[in-house]
T-cell receptor, first 113, second 114 residues
Framework: DSGVTQTPKHLITATGQRVTLRCSPR?????VYWYQQSLDQGLQFLIQ???????AKGNILERFSAQQFPDLHSELNLSSLELGDSALYFC????????????FGPGTRLTVL | AQSVTQLGSHVSVSEGALVLLRCNYS??????LFWYVQYPNQGLQLLLK??????LVKGINDFEAEFKKSETSFHLTKPSAHMSDAAEYFC????????????FGKGTRLHILP
């Protein structure tokens, strides 16, 4: 158990809908990262937050957004969902700037029908 | 830009045999390098990481990896494979100091033959 929690574990929705994925980092970790894992794209970095501020951005679509709250949990919002958004979404956390060891949550499996 | 190439999307070894998973990286600055393992239906777990100290890095479950700058490689090895090692393995690179972003390779699925 990495100490990173993600909810829900599974999510099934329809095209055009909007969903929110939630992540709670390990106790004491200030950085949260979001990744998308799909068969064709592999593991893709989406976005990083550090202590509430966006710090790095990867291949995140404009339909996707994220935020980190004062209690350090993070939410990833996916809107106008398409079939191709079906994937595993992982959250990871780390102590913060200068520490690259990321601890991964169990993931949320999103299925868009 | 940083990148990671993992040679072989699938590797099969017999139980008790040597495990060798290959990883080559590209980085314009001294990198931090990682190996993560993903068991079925689970998240990624850190096996080991290289942070410019010793070039031979020992990780969990008897895995180790050697950083070879001249070959830009960071191959993962284990002397004797166990059935429980069957999983997907990801090599990753990071550039400490710019941001904490980690770039992952496409993964190698390790199959253990009885």
């Amino acid at each position: 158990d990495s100490g990173v929690t993600q909810t829900p574990k599974h999510l099934i929705t329809a095209t055009g809908q909007r969903v929110t994925l939630r992540c709670s980092p390990r106790s004491g970790d200030l950085s949260v990262y979001w990744y998308q894992q799909s068969l064709d794209q592999g593991l893709q970095f989406l976005i990083q937050y550090y202590n509430g501020e966006e710090r790095a951005k990867g291949n995140i679509l404009e339909r996707f957004s994220a935020q980190q709250f004062p209690d350090l949990h993070s939410e990833l919002n996916l809107s106008s969902l398409e079939l191709g958004d079906s994937a595993l979404y992982f959250c990871a956390s780390s102590v913060g700037q200068g520490s690259n060891t990321q601890y991964f949550g169990p993931g949320t499996r999103l299925t868009v029908l | 830009a940083q990148s990671v190439t993992q040679l072989g999307s699938h590797v099969s070894v017999s139980e008790g045999a040597l495990v060798l998973l290959r990883c080559n990286y590209s980085s314009s600055v001294p990198p931090y390098l990682f190996w993560y393992v993903q068991y079925p239906n689970q998240g990624l777990q850190l096996l080991l990481k290289y942070t410019s100290a010793a070039t031979l890095v020992k990780g969990i479950n008897d895995f180790e990896a050697e950083f070879k700058k001249s070959e830009t490689s960071f191959h993962l090895t284990k002397p004797s494979a166990h059935m429980s090692d069957a999983a997907e393995y990801f090599c990753a690179v990071s550039d400490l100091g710019r941001d904490d972003k980690i770039i992952f390779g496409k993964g190698t699925r390790l199959h253990i033959l009885p």
